[in-house]
């Protein structure tokens, strides 16, 4: 082992134990400046590994953490970016927690949720054994630009991993493409025809209307959202690749939990979802999916499904209020429309509060909220008693929900968090908080002094 990674390690570990002093989390830092000195630090810590790695658009962190349940469940050691730090500075400082200072990884299985464009280096780092690819949609235009420059960022780091196994979601025209042009094995897996609602039509503003081969509009004969479905190009024959691991069909959507009927293979399960919601069965099945190729069984992998605590932001529960609130992170119009979605197909009362950032990590670009369906809401009348806005771009919330048909004298605007805190804590019926990243990270402390609960970095 070098001199320089053993400094690095050093480094690392130093910054991390500081950083937890100082109640700063630690999660980035450390390996940004470990890189500094060893920039394939994370490279030489993976090595003799066995890592899966999660990346797409929306669902990385909750499939993050059904992963995580299952090999806890299976007794293996293993490390994951619990955190959410997916870019390669906040990988690189996982690995050398679990590090000896020569470098060596004592765990033996490692989790790695990583950011679409990081993908683009860490993969070839890491040199995983499976990838999980969730979805393709548009987000943070600032940032990623075009949905296909983010796909490009996934096909050139997965170029450098030919052995990798790709877990795919078939239902996903973007995604699925990637085993086009790579000579990785693929493994699919999505939501049948039997499984949709035949209702639901391809968004209006899809990220994938024309096929990604010869620019031909796309037949669709189911959809699921967005522009997930059974898609198919009538010209040059490019369409949904059949599913290994596929729902069948949907038992029961609640508000908390959903159900649903599972074929892996030859073998069939019904299977339990801790989470409510479509995305989320979606999740559930491509985590199924990559477990299988981990070496995992089904059942492990279902009983994991059924049992899995969420993640920071994804549909995490507090007890605040008489009814408890779920706060779910939003940052692109279809991860937003999913959650208007699930919210309008909720029964009794309920109060909303919206927070909209435009930091660097949000995405500076807020134009999406006039993409995203707010016109949702309205369908449920006289049911949503307030909706409250926040954050730095809170006015143009207020401007959006009024736009959409909420009625303004049920739009309140309150920019100070502790006193938000403290209106949701009076509320009668459940309530739901819909944050950007930055202002989920602002947000949350209020809720921990509140309610209790960890850190974000530990969990």
């Not at 898609?231 to 609640?254: K, M, N, S, W």
Request: net charge neutral; proline share 3%; glycine share 8%.
């Amino acid at each position: 082992m070098s001199l320089r990674t053993i400094a690095a390690v050093i480094l690392c570990k130093i910054l991390c134990l500081a950083a937890r002093i100082l109640h700063r989390g630690g999660t980035a830092m450390p390996g940004r400046w470990a890189l500094k000195l060893c920039p394939d630090l994370a490279g030489t810590l993976a090595r003799n590994v066995s890592i899966l790695v999660i990346t797409g658009t929306n669902g990385k962190t909750t499939s993050a953490r059904i992963a995580e349940q299952a090999f806890a469940d299976a007794g293996l050691d293993y490390l994951a970016n619990r955190s959410g730090a997916n870019l390669l500075s906040g990988i690189t400082t996982e690995f050398c927690r679990n590090s000896t200072l020569t470098g060596r990884c004592k765990k033996h299985y490692a989790v790695i949720e990583c950011d679409e464009a990081a993908a683009r280096k860490a993969l070839g780092y890491l040199k995983p054994k499976a990838v999980l690819v969730t979805n393709l949609f548009r987000d943070q235009l600032d940032r990623y630009g075009e949905v296909t420059h983010t796909l490009e960022n996934i096909r050139e780091g997965l170029k450098n991993t030919p052995d990798a196994v790709l877990c795919l979601n078939a239902d996903c025209s973007l995604t699925s493409s990637l085993a086009l042009e790579l000579p990785n094995r693929a493994v699919y897996y999505g939501l049948e025809r039997s499984a949709a609602d035949p209702d639901t039509r391809p968004a209006v503003l899809s990220d994938a209307t024309h096929c990604i081969r010869c620019k031909t509009e796309y037949i669709y004969d189911y959809v699921t959202y967005g522009h997930l479905g059974g898609f198919r190009c009538p010209r040059c024959g490019y369409a949904r690749h059949d599913a290994q691991v596929a729902v069948t069909r949907i038992q029961e959507l609640g508000a908390d939990s959903s159900t649903v009927e599972l074929r892996a293979g030859e073998e069939e399960r019904t299977v339990r979802v801790n989470l409510p919601a479509v995305y989320n069965i979606y999740n559930a099945a491509g985590v199924i999916t990559a477990l299988g190729e981990m070496g995992l069984d089904l059942d492990r992998a279902v009983n994991a499904v059924g049992s899995f605590h969420c993640g920071f932001g994804r549909m995490e529960k507090f007890a605040l209020g008489q009814q408890g609130a779920r706060v779910m992170l939003v940052k692109n119009p279809a991860g937003c429309d999913q959650v208007l979605r699930f919210l309008a197909a909720l029964s009794g009362d309920l109060e909303l509060a919206v927070l909209l950032n435009d930091n660097d990590a949000d995405g500076t670009d807020i134009s999406w909220i006039w993409d995203a369906e707010f016109e949702a809401l309205c369908a449920l009348g006289t049911r949503l008693r307030r909706v409250y806005v926040s954050g730095k771009r809170a006015s143009d919330l207020f401007i959006r929900l009024k736009y959409a048909g909420v009625a303004p004298e049920r739009i309140i605007l309150e920019q100070d968090y502790a006193a938000l805190t403290d209106r949701l804590g009076e509320a009668e019926v459940p309530v739901f908080i819909m944050p950007t990243y930055t202002a989920l990270l602002e947000f949350r402390p209020q809720l921990l002094r509140r309610c209790g609960g960890a850190d974000f970095w530990e969990g």
